[in-house]
Every structure is written in structure tokens, then in C-alpha cells.
């Protein structure tokens, strides 16, 4: 029997050789002016066996940075370093998608253009801090955006929408998760609006899908996909009717006719077996996956494909390796985000040529 893991997956226009996905993980490899090095083209090229490598997270607009050295798409050049990048993946056989990132009130003047304070749907300050190099900052009360500046964010999703296809992407997805900007507007807890974008399910939601309609707009259904981690509490986020929430915007993604949806699940609800079921497009299951796990949920038809995010850190060819049961090698933590090509662009991959050649 064929392994599911490497059975060859369609989702929207993207065709997967496997259902091995590259989870989007920053890595804090960027120049300070939001563009990428040589060694973020190889860093993706060693991981293009993946059935689609998702990028890191990039700012859509200035004001959605909030790490440091962290790459955008704010910019034609920022636009044109990663054409670099798309040339050297795609020569090596693989596909590539940008994962667009704003960070919303997770961010500090200190990243931002003039030292602006952080934007948010509404002016309520998250627990937590940000690590600059002047060390940790806690992070301050947002300033709440305008109705007019929400039209201009959308814009700017549209456009660096443009700008990945340009680029050379093959598609782009909407991060919709880890407390950042969209989630802020969906979730009760950081949205207080009283206008057209907050208060009921439907109107938290509304800024998540303009954006999302925008990118669809611009890219085709067929080439966008949405990031989504209910529950997750990370960055201070919480929402107080979730199974609600998140039924309610699956259905309404749905409509839209997405290439795939990225769903990290945690908390005590079961959202694959929640979300799976509305989502019509190929569904993405992440988050703490092991080979057997991962083989276990597509044979159960939870998931059409399985993102591993911290094992492709550590194991640039990992479908060969899930491949052969050769063993995998682990991340080293303390270089997650540091400058520089140690722990970026010097894991080996394993040489198993026989595993190959069975392949
Ligand atoms: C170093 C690191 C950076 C990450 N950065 C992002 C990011 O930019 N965007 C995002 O959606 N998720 C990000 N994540 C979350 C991963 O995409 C993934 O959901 C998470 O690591 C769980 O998968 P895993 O257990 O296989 O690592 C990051 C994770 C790690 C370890």
C-alpha cells in the first residue's frame, strides 16, 4: 500500500507531490531593512522536497513588524530579495507559499516606522513582552484603529499579495492565528468595537475575510490558504464563545473556495473533528505531529496534509527521512532566532540513498 504520507495531494491550483507541508517559522535571518540574504534562499532551497514549504511570517505593511529581523512584503525590494528565494526553491523541485503576518498590538515602537505605537481593532494592552535589542519591552497599550485605516491594511494585503506573485510565490496564505491581527479583530476579548468590524461573530470576523477576499481578489482561490489556531492563547488572546467563533468563520471561508487551511489545534475541543467537515478545500492539520501521528490522522481522514513545523528546522530533507524511518534530528532552541547561518542553514540532511532509490 502506497504510504499516505507520500501520496500526491491537489489542493486549489497547488499540486503536492507529498502531504508533507513546512510549517512558516520565523526565523530572524532578515536585514534590517525587511529584505532576505542569500542564506534564507538556501535555508528554503535544503527544504524543497516538502509538499509545500509555507514561509515565515512577512509584514504585509510597516506597522505589521513586530520581531527583529524580521522580512516583509511591504516593499518592491523586499518583493525582489525574495524572488531569490522562489527561483532557488522552485529549482530545486519545490513549491512555495508566503504566509502573510501582521502583527497588530504584538509589536514596539521600537520596530515600527517613527517609533509609532502598535496598532489594534481596539485599545486593549496584552500581557507579555517583546524581545528587541534593548532587551525585553513590555508591550503597551495599542492605539485602536480608524475606520479608514482598515480599508488601507486590506489594500495592503492586497498589494503584497501583488507583490509575492510577482516574486514568484505559488501561493499565499493569511495568518489568522498566534493572537495577531485578524485574530485580534475575531476575538471578543481584544475587540471592543462598536462599528461594522466588531461585536457579533459575524462582524469580528469581517476584517479577516476583506483581507481574505482581497488576496482571492488578486491571487485566485486556487492560491490562497488561511492559518488558524483556535484557543491558542499565545501573545494574551482568548475568545469567549470559541466553538461558536470559529464554526461560524469556517463557514464563511468555506464560500470562498480557499486552496487550504492551516489548522494548529489546542485546548480541550477537538477542532479538527469541528472544522475539518466545513472546510471544503485541502485541510492542513499541525502542531506537535510525529510520523506515526501524522500517517495516523490522514488515514483517518482528519487531514489531506500534515505540517511539521520544528522538525524541518532540524531535518532539511525530513519527507526522505519520514520516508525511510531514518532518524530525526532535533532543533536546537537557542538558535531559533539568532543571526546568522548556525542553526539556519547547517543541518545536514540524511544520506539514505537506498530509502531513495525505493522511493
Ligand atoms: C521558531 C518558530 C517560529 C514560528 N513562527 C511562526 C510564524 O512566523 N508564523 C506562524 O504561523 N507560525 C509560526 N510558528 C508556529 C509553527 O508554524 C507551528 O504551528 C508550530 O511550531 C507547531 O508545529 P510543530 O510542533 O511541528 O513545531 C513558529 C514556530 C517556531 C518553532
Known sequence: MRDPLFTPLQAGALALPNRVVMAPMTRSRALDDG??????????????????IITEGLFPEAMGKGYVRTPGLATDEQAASWARVTRAVHAAGGRIAAQLMHVGRISDPLFLPHGSTPVAPSAVRPQGSSYTDLGARPHITPRALERTEIKRIVNAYATATERALEAGFDAVELHAGSGYLPMQFLSSRTNHRLDE??????????FLLEVLDAMVAVADAGRVGLKLTPELPFNDIADDTPELTYTTLMREVAQRGIAFAEVVSTGPIDWHALLRPLFDGAYFLGGGQTRDSAVAHLQAGRADAVVFGQAFIANPDLPRRLLSGAPLASADRDTFYSPGPQGYVDYVAWSDAAALAAA
Request: hydrophobic content about 40%; proline content about 0%; overall charge positive.
Open 35 to 52: 529584505s532576505v540574504s542569500a542564506m534564507t534562499a538556501t535555508y528554503y532551497a535544503q527544504r524543497a522536497s516538502a509538499g509545500l
Open 197 to 206: 468590524y466588531g461585536g457579533d461573530v459575524l462582524a469580528r470576523s469581517r
